[in-house]
């Protein structure tokens, strides 16, 4: 045997199944398979013609791409494709994008049909991961049922709208003569305001009003919108938190497109996850919000089912702890009256990237107005202890480090928490980056919308100092991926000696680190990880195979960390043990590892070394 066959063997010979099987298999393998180099130009061979065969990656990366151009899976070194149709016999449809040019090993069907009768094992392994795509696709087409449709696919008419001179009857027939129960008011193609069915029965014929007056008079002003591109249940999580029927739907530059309707949204899904958040935002009392908490695991453990992507379940979670954390507030106002000035509640971390799990704790603060009087300060003390102490009592842990709002120096002005921030960016001490990490992952949850503004306004313009991304590339780096010499996991123990690698810690908090200081280069409101780097895309910073890495990452490792605690593995919050995997999944963990360290090497050159 040559020895370019002698490494090919080689490589045949570590991956699964072969690694399970005689040495006599990967041999056949080998002395029956074709090499092929596919590049961009050379692409479109692949998959075509009548032949069929199983294919492994041996270097380079691949997209699959589906026949509506969405991306199936991409493809690295290890990673099989074609054996559906071998399986099957059925037409392949799907084709192949070259993201990175790369040897590909061919199997001929004939040989593939010999090895899966000649060796049960690796028939198995192949069947079963051709069930595990097409449950993949079953609970991606579930998902989309309601949760992961886009707004806009859902609208059956375009704006219906009305300018804000014009009279309340002419809105009234606008709305008649196009079968809607609302209309949009607008001015210069931007939205103004929005009058419904229901304003003109209480604001204009219960009270007598002139039906001559202008529609302006009895709109809603500046109303809660949804973008086109968001989901099904960020709509609905919208108009359940401000208790609203009616959500104008905008394009990117803010061009209203149509109307939603909460009847439209209802229609479409008969969810827990979201009847729960209902019942959240609507609960009489803290005892109440207590019994509803308790269903959240059950819930998730449930729901966790019917998703293929399970980011969404961070979305979730996140979206939970923001409906127990509004109706807190409301219920802390009702028994203490007003507060004493304007106020925002905001939370940072996990929750503010739409990111939390079972295992996540709070981060949260208060933002008051700077004209707040000393005497006044203790309104905002007792409403940050009341919200995090009952949090805790719904199962959301105390954060460790005193990030919480009844914690003194997570309360303050719009000046307060400016000033704290800008000693961080100028003084980048350890302690300093630590908390950049934690508090520039920001969201307004409820209060006054319009001071969480201008807290950002502020943080805009000082977050400019080269010296604090120099800082922050510095600290990523300081993080290590657990893989050592010759691929191997690098394993931590527990105390009844349990094996474990830590997902978090040493995996997505670093991506995380990484597309932050990456969104904050290139002023990116989002906070979410996933959202942040698809704001990416629109920049040179980093390439789209760069970004398209740090996607696919995330995804692997959230769906690994979820689904371990989820099914409770008895290890520390987190952490799964690597051998419990299949040699599929552990290869693909390998290969996380290693391009989440090529990141943070690439970082630091950009950051560090002052090469931007």
Same mark, same amino acid.
């Given at each position: 045997m040559t020895a370019e066959l002698q490494d090919v063997l080689s490589f045949v010979s570590k991956q699964s199944p072969f690694n399970e099987l005689p040495s006599a298999c990967a041999h056949y393998f080998v002395n029956h398979a074709e090499v092929v180099y596919l590049t961009v130009h050379n692409q479109g061979d692949a998959l075509q013609g009548e032949e069929r065969y199983l294919y492994l990656v041996r270097t380079g990366i691949f997209d699959l791409v589906d026949v509506s151009g969405e991306v199936v899976t991409r493809l690295s070194t290890g990673d099989y494709f074609g054996y559906p149709s071998l399986l099957t016999g059925e037409e392949i449809q799907n084709q192949l994008e070259v993201q990175s040019p790369g040897l590909i090993l061919m199997l001929p069907q004939a040989s593939f049909d010999y090895l899966r009768h000649e060796y049960k094992v690796l028939e198995q392994h192949f069947v079963r991961a051709h069930k595990k795509r097409l449950l993949s696709s079953h609970y991606k087409e579930r998902s989309k049922g309601w949760s992961?449709?886009? @707004?806009?696919?859902?609208?059956?008419?375009?704006? +219906? +709208? @009305?300018? $804000?001179?014009?009279?309340? /009857?002419?809105?009234?027939?606008?709305?008649?003569?196009?079968? +809607?129960?609302?209309?949009?008011?607008?001015?210069?193609?931007?939205?103004?305001?929005?009058?419904?069915?229901? #304003?003109?029965?209480?604001?204009?014929?219960? %009270?007598?009003?002139? &039906? !001559?007056? $202008? /529609?302006?008079?009895?709109?809603?002003?500046? &109303?809660?919108?949804?973008?086109? *591109?968001?989901?099904?249940?960020?709509?609905?999580?919208?108009?359940?938190?401000?208790?609203?029927?009616?959500?104008?739907?905008?394009?990117?530059?803010?061009? &209203?497109?149509?109307?939603?309707?909460?009847?439209?949204?209802?229609?479409?899904?008969?969810?827990?996850?979201?009847?729960?958040?209902?019942?959240?935002?609507?609960?009489?009392?803290?005892?109440?919000?207590?019994?509803?908490?308790?269903?959240?695991?059950?819930?998730?453990?449930?729901?966790?089912?019917?998703?293929?992507?399970?980011?969404?379940?961070?979305?979730?979670? %996140?979206?939970?702890?923001?409906?127990?954390?509004?109706?807190?507030?409301? !219920?802390? /106002?009702?028994?203490?009256?007003?507060?004493?000035?304007?106020?925002?509640?905001?939370?940072?971390?996990?929750?503010?990237?739409?990111?939390?799990?079972?295992?996540?704790?709070?981060?949260?603060?208060?933002?008051? %107005? *700077?004209? @707040?009087?000393?005497?006044?300060?203790?309104?905002?003390?007792?409403?940050?202890?009341? +919200?995090?102490?009952?949090?805790?009592?719904?199962?959301?842990?105390?954060?460790p480090g005193n990030i919480m709002a009844s914690n003194e120096q997570c309360r303050g002005t719009v000046d307060e928490w400016t000033a704290r921030f800008h000693h961080w960016i100028t003084s980048p001490t350890p302690q300093a980056m630590l908390n950049c990490k934690i508090f520039f992952d920001r969201r307004y949850i409820c209060g006054d919308h319009a001071l969480y503004q201008s807290f950002n306004a502020q943080m805009t313009e000082i977050s400019t100092q080269e010296l604090f991304f120099a800082a922050m590339a510095t600290d990523i780096s300081t993080n290590s991926v657990p893989i050592?010499?010759?691929?191997?996991?690098?394993?931590?123990?527990?105390?009844?000696?349990?094996?474990?690698?830590?997902?978090?810690?040493?995996?997505?908090?670093?991506?995380?680190?990484?597309?932050?200081?990456?969104?904050?280069?290139?002023?990116?409101?989002?906070?979410?990880?996933?959202?942040?780097?698809?704001?990416?895309?629109?920049?040179?910073?980093?390439?789209?195979? #760069?970004?398209?890495? =740090?996607?696919?990452?995330?995804?692997? =490792?959230?769906?690994?960390?979820?689904? %371990?605690?989820?099914?409770?593995?008895?290890l520390p919050a987190n952490c799964i043990n690597p051998e419990m995997l299949s040699s599929l999944e552990r290869h693909q963990l390998k290969e996380a590892f290693h391009l989440i360290k090529q990141a943070q090497q690439a970082c630091v050159f950009k950051f560090a070394r002052g090469s931007l």
């Open positions: 992961e449709r886009k @707004i806009s696919k859902l609208m059956a008419k375009s704006a +219906v +709208v @009305i300018e $804000p001179q014009a009279t309340i /009857v002419e809105a009234a027939k606008v709305m008649q003569s196009e079968g +809607v129960s609302s209309v949009m008011v607008t001015e210069d193609g931007c939205l103004k305001g929005v009058v419904t069915d229901r #304003d003109l029965r209480n604001r204009v014929l219960a %009270s007598g009003l002139d &039906p !001559l007056m $202008p /529609v302006s008079s009895i709109m809603t002003p500046e &109303p809660k919108f949804i973008f086109e *591109n968001n989901r099904v249940f960020s709509a609905l999580h919208l108009m359940l938190k401000h208790n609203i029927h009616h959500l104008p739907v905008l394009n990117e530059a803010r061009v &209203p497109l149509g109307m939603v309707t909460s009847t439209d949204l209802l229609r479409l899904q008969n969810s827990d996850p979201v009847q729960l958040i209902g019942q959240l935002y609507k609960a009489s009392s803290t005892q109440e919000l207590k019994l509803l908490a308790k269903e959240i695991p059950v819930l998730l453990r449930s729901f966790s089912n019917t998703v293929e992507d399970f980011s969404f379940v961070g979305t979730l979670l %996140s979206g939970l702890t923001d409906a127990l954390m509004s109706r807190l507030t409301e !219920l802390f /106002v009702k028994q203490h009256g007003k507060a004493p000035c304007s106020f925002s509640w905001i939370c940072f971390g996990s929750q503010a990237r739409e990111e939390q799990t079972l295992d996540s704790d709070q981060d949260n603060g208060l933002i008051f %107005s *700077n004209d @707040i009087k000393p005497a006044e300060r203790d309104y905002f003390a007792s409403l940050g202890e009341f +919200v995090t102490s009952h949090l805790t009592e719904c199962g959301i842990r105390a954060c050592g010499l010759f691929q191997q996991f690098k394993l931590q123990r527990s105390k009844d000696k349990s094996k474990y690698v830590d997902l978090k810690t040493r995996g997505i908090a670093i991506i995380n680190d990484l597309v932050r200081v990456y969104a904050l280069k290139c002023g990116i409101k989002h906070a979410n990880t996933q959202a942040r780097l698809k704001a990416l895309k629109s920049h040179t910073i980093l390439s789209t195979s #760069d970004i398209y890495n =740090l996607r696919d990452c995330w995804r692997f =490792l959230t769906q690994l960390r979820l689904k %371990s605690q989820i099914t409770e593995q008895q």
